[in-house]
């Protein structure tokens, strides 16, 4: 495969690995059908190499394995030094993904006493990966806590050394997402607009509905980094089958994509079935929501030279759970590669939406 990248199975996950900027890179997915991630989070510190520091971690799984699910975590670890993203949005089964540096060393970033983020530099540009973000006071209303969850993700990035100009994608975990979803992006639209976001780079993004552990009404993920030169581009990615997300005050973009060293990363946002128009498009009709949507991804994915054989990590969200099995006969139809992603339910923006897939994917 292109620039290096080598996928393999390990200990019930799908690896994908590249060296980008003489750093090595691995994004593990691993999917169970039952409720319980103990497994799959016991063996997962088996699978960081001896130079290696896990950064980033998202488990979906029922909130009632919490506990348990960290506790076998910390015991096969020592020591969860990384952030931990837990979400539920009521499915019976278990995801869990992680990314894995090698090569470099990683300063993890605390708020709170709480680990929120990793730190750590290649040859062209220092990385910061946050998790775990949310607002503290939970008596806060829902407005409240999605500004302090904003407010959260620059005071990590400043002890980084970086600010929000760096972001270049997030992941919105919403509780009771239907319920205030435009307020949540008045909230996000009226911080961009302080921090003079859109006048430079609108970040990719996810926003999906999803409860987490601590009760907060928003949940956040971030990736973010700082060049060290001139060699690396940062750039918004325009869908060819879909209008941008702010044209119906949604304020992200529809993909992001960061090159340096030769290799290009691209970001593809949440995506589902809608059309230039900013519509949904086949209400009620799963299998043409699943194609449309997986065709406005390759397209985007198409116009930089990249296709489904270069996806490094995704994530698969089905509104019901028990229609979870059609993406799977999708890709067999389709003779698609396998692909690195957990496959969960999740509440999609939009009532009528009944699948979304992010997936980010690495190439020349």
């Not at 980033?56 to 020591?79: F, I, K, T």
């Not at 060393?105 to 290649?122: F, K, Q, S, T």
């Not at 996810?206 to 990736?223: D, K, L, M, Y």
């Not at 690195?340 to 897939?357: K, M, S």
Request: charged share 20%; aromatic share 8%.
């Amino acid at each position: 495969m292109a620039v290096g990248v080598r996928k393999e199975i390990q200990g019930g996950f799908e690896r994908a690995t590249v060296v980008l900027g003489g750093v090595g890179v691995s994004y593990l997915s691993g999917n169970l059908d039952g409720p319980d991630p103990g497994p799959l989070l016991e063996r997962l510190p088996s699978l960081v190499p001896p130079d290696g520091r896990i950064v980033s971690q998202l488990v979906v799984a029922p909130l009632s394995y919490h506990a348990a699910g960290m506790q076998a975590l910390e015991q096969a670890a020592g020591a969860v030094s990384w952030p931990v993203t837990w979400i539920d949005e009521g499915g019976t089964g278990a995801g869990v993904q992680a990314s894995v540096v090698a090569g470099a060393p990683v300063r993890y970033l605390e708020r709170a006493g709480r680990p929120v983020g990793a730190v750590w530099e290649d040859e062209h540009a220092h990385h910061c990966w946050l998790g775990d973000i949310g607002a503290a006071d939970l008596s806060l209303s829902r407005e409240a806590q999605a500004r302090a969850t904003f407010d959260g993700i620059e005071d990590a990035l400043g002890q980084a050394g970086m600010g929000f100009e760096h972001v270049v994608r997030t992941w919105l975990f919403i509780d009771r997402i239907l319920e205030w979803y435009a307020p949540f992006n008045a909230v996000r639209t009226q911080f961009f607009e302080e921090r003079g976001v859109f006048d430079r780079f609108l970040p990719a993004s996810t926003g999906i509905g999803a409860a987490n552990p601590a009760g907060r009404s928003v949940v956040a993920q971030a990736v973010a980094l700082r060049p060290k030169g001139t060699g690396v581009e940062v750039r918004e990615v325009e869908s060819p089958l879909q209008c941008p997300a702010t044209d119906y005050r949604s304020s992200f973009s529809r993909a992001a994509e960061v090159v340096r060293g030769g290799v290009r990363q691209v970001y593809v946002s949440g995506t589902a079935s809608i059309d230039p128009c900013g519509d949904t498009v086949y209400q009620g009709d799963l299998h043409c929501q699943i194609e449309h949507t997986m065709e406005a991804v390759e397209a985007i994915l198409g116009t930089h030279g990249l296709g489904w054989a270069n996806v490094s990590r995704g994530i698969v969200y089905f509104k019901r759970e028990h229609e979870t099995s059609e993406f799977e006969r999708y890709c067999r139809e389709r003779d698609l590669p396998p692909l690195p992603v957990i496959i969960t339910q999740g509440t999609v923006c939009r009532d009528d939406l009944l699948f979304e897939i992010e997936v980010d994917a690495i190439g020349a």
